[in-house]
């Protein structure tokens, strides 16, 4: 079993910089895939980010560039370094667990709000 809580979201100017963190409680977090998602109002999930347990990494075209997923697997916890945010990044943002990238995933946090204004 896996448990996920994430930190860091909060309000914005459009421009700015927020790092969303992810704790993880599992003793083998290293071999998990993790993502960041996000939901903004009135619309569907969609995946942000991910990174495999080789620290292969993954992002959605609108963040390229501009976003970075790492992790530090001896706390362990996932991040999510966000800069030049824009309006439409407004959204819920949450972290996500699965054995492997290509499978559905299983095990989420809460999710932490991110609101840029």
């Known amino acids: 079993h896996v448990q996920l809580v994430e930190s860091g979201g909060g309000s914005v100017q459009a421009g700015g910089s927020l790092r969303l963190s992810c704790s993880v409680s599992?003793?083998?977090?290293?071999?998990?895939?993790m993502g960041w998602f996000r939901r903004a109002p009135g619309q569907e999930r969609e995946v942000v980010a991910t990174?495999?347990?080789?620290?292969?990494?993954t992002y959605t075209d609108s963040v390229k560039g501009r976003f970075a997923i790492s992790k530090d697997n001896a706390k362990p916890t996932l991040y999510l370094q966000m800069n030049s945010l824009k309006p439409e990044d407004t959204a819920m943002y949450y972290c996500?667990?699965?054995?492997?990238?290509?499978?559905?995933?299983?095990?989420w946090g809460q999710g932490t709000q991110v609101t840029v204004s």
């Open positions: 990174i495999d347990r080789y620290g292969r990494t």
């Open positions: 996500a667990a699965e054995g492997d990238c290509l499978w559905a995933f299983g095990y």
């Open positions: 599992s003793y083998s977090a290293s071999r998990y895939c």
